[in-house]
């Protein structure tokens, strides 16, 4: 696998540490859907991990809770521990397991406890500090891709072992 190259004022998502960590962002994080503020945020919590981009969890007082329903599906993250998800449910329409979330996280990412964070691809808008993002590549992470990243990013084909 070789790295992307790295432009001014960009990092590479190689140079994010492994194992994971979380760290507070006051970066502006909002996702809007069929014009509806569904979280608007400077209070996030990203983590960060070797060939990812970053994933931001939301503060619940920042996401529009109302719109969500908790599902059934579960998760396990040998990081930060068991992960349940949300689906959006929003004029009729339901988009399953768009958002997860760890009620009792792992010590060292006691700061995700309750944070929502959300696959940007089923939403109409994401943006950080006003930039569109774009998905990570793949079905199953849920980090945010913005100019100031070089990848490649874990998710494309052939990455599974990296």
């Given amino acids: ?6 432009s001014p004022g960009q990092t590479s998502v190689w140079d994010f540490p492994r ?6 962002c006051p970066r502006h994080i909002r996702i809007v859907h069929r014009g509806q503020i569904v979280a608007n945020t400077c209070a996030s919590v990203r983590t960060l991990e070797t060939s990812h981009p970053p994933s931001y969890y939301i503060p619940p007082d920042d996401v529009a809770m109302v719109l969500l329903r908790r599902s059934t599906h579960r998760s396990f993250c040998e990081w930060k521990g068991d992960a349940v998800y949300y689906d959006l449910v929003l004029d009729g329409e339901t988009i399953r397991d768009v958002a997860w979330s760890y009620p009792a996280p792992t010590r060292v990412f006691a700061a995700l406890r309750d944070h929502l964070a959300f696959y940007a691809a089923p939403f109409d808008t994401c943006t ?8 990570q590549p793949g079905g199953f992470y849920g980090g945010w891709i913005t100019a100031d990243l ?10 599974r072992y990296w």
């Fill in 1 to 6: 696998m070789a790295r992307d190259a790295v």
């Fill in 19 to 24: 194992p994971a960590i979380a760290e507070r």
């Fill in 128 to 135: 950080v500090d006003d930039e569109r993002v774009v998905p």
């Fill in 150 to 159: 070089a990848g490649p990013f874990k998710g494309v084909p052939g990455s």
